[in-house]
């Protein structure tokens, strides 16, 4: 599953400074049973709004995971708490559908 969220920068508050931050809490929360690893992607036209892709093995890992159980999560998480906006875009089930380009040979 798919777990996305748009992360916009308050005034004062760089995508740099957010993503060390992201990396650092993701390294950690990709220990937790059932990560699947996390992806940032720059907004196109708008360079201080992001979108976050966590992947899941499923929604029950998810829903498990604490992140207030670290000390470093906590302290990174409460950080963006105060320099970003975060607006949970949902959860999502693996694709159903797909299309995808036909291989070529060269």
């Known amino acids: 599953m798919k777990f996305i969220f ?3 920068m308050k005034p004062g508050y760089t995508v ?10 993701s390294e950690i929360i990709q220990r937790t049973p059932g990560a699947r690893g996390t992806y940032l992607h720059r907004k ?3 360079p201080d709004t992001l979108l976050a892709i966590a992947t ?4 029950a890992h998810r829903d498990a995971k604490d992140d207030r159980r670290d000390a470093t999560v906590r302290a990174i ?3 963006h708490a105060r320099h970003c906006d ?12 797909s299309v995808l380009p036909e291989l070529r040979a060269t």
């Open 6 to 8: 748009e992360v916009r």
């Open 16 to 25: 740099d400074e957010y993503a060390a931050a992201w990396i650092s809490a």
């Open 44 to 46: 196109i036209g708008s």
């Open 56 to 59: 899941w093995e499923s929604k």
């Open 77 to 79: 998480l409460d950080k």
């Open 86 to 97: 975060v607006t949970v875009i949902g959860e999502f089930e693996e694709p159903e559908w």
